[in-house]
Structures are given as C-alpha cells and as structure tokens.
C-alpha cells in the first residue's frame, strides 16, 4: 500500500512539473538554441545612375519637353488656319452662288435677244423708217452689251476657279499639318512613355546633376558669345 502511495506522489510531482514547464511563458530560452526559422536577407542597394545616363535622361526630357512645345505651336497655326479657311470657304460660295445666278441671267438675255431679233424680222417690212433704224440701233446696242457682259462673265469664272483651285491646295497643305500635328504627337507620346520607363524610377547622384547644369550653363554661354551680333 506503501508503495502505491509513492508511486501515486511521484506521479503527481512529474505532472506538476511537467505543467509548470508548458505553462510558464516567461521562462528563458537560451539564445544558443534559439534558432531563426526565415534567415533575414538583406535588400540589394538600387543602382545609381551614371553620369552619362542621367545627363541622357535629362536630354531626352528636353527634347520631348522641347518637341510638346513645338507641336502646340502647330495646333495654335492649324485652328489660326482653319478660323481663316473656314471664312473663305464662305466668301467663294457666295461667289459661286452670284456666278450662277449671272449664268442664269446671262443665258436668259441671249434667249431673249434672240427672241427679240426673230420679232423685229417679221415686223422690219411693216415699220417705218425712223422705227426700224431706232430699233435695229436698240438691238445692236443690246446685243453689243451682251457681249460685254459675257466676256465679263468669262474673266470673273476664270478668276473664281482659279481661287478654287488655290482654296484646295490650302485644304490640303492644312489636312497635312494635321496628319503631322498627330504623327509627331503620337512619337511624343510615346518618347514619353520610354523615358518614364527608363528614367523617371532611377536614382542620381545630385552632385551629377549639379555639375550636368554646370556644363550646360557653359555651353549656353559660349553659344552666345559665337553668336552674330
């Protein structure tokens, strides 16, 4: 009975032990067995640009800074442009409706010059003297007239379609400006996008870029003293 009795005590004392090392959390862990499941890596340094690649870099952002200006300036010519097509273009189909419409007078006048002539020969027999001579002189006046305006017509039809043939060259050299206005937009843009790519993300030395302006402030300066008074 003895013995079941120690057995019993000493199985207690094992479980008690055994408790207190699972639940006591501020027990020490000794650091030559403390083992790190995920080594730490240290992140690579981001790479610096050398001076030569900035001073690109900083080019190709005046260029496209340079060729955006440039380009605007064109979009400001091609609506000044069209602001004055858009007027002439008016003032010709004004021209072309009044042309017409002496085409249309003029055309009648013949008609009835000729139909005036067929009168006056069946009358001619019948008038007296003083009568035809008055109105032989009225239609040789009349038709002498026509005449006039005719070749006035003729002149003014020249000049209109040469106008015309000048208003379309003007359409296209504008519908040109147009196309290049987008072709060198369309580069730009996507220039931009290479050097946003390239550049933009990237490290530099500020002393390199101090010493990059440096050079240009020299060379600007040199220029200008070169430069024809």
Known sequence: MKRLLIAIAALALVSAQAADVTTNTKAKVDPKNNKVSRPVVAKPKEPVMTRDELRACLDTKDANEAEV??????????KSTSETLKAEKTELEGASTNLEKRVADTKAEYEAIVKANEEFKVAAP????ADFEAKQKELKDRAVAFDDGRNKLIADNEVLNKRKTAFGTKIDAINALQKSIEDRRDANLDKQDEWKASCSKKKYDEADEAAIMKERAAKAAADAASAPK
């Open 69 to 78: 200006k440039a380009v605007n300036g064109l979009v400001a010519e091609y």
């Open 126 to 129: 019948k008038m007296e003297k």
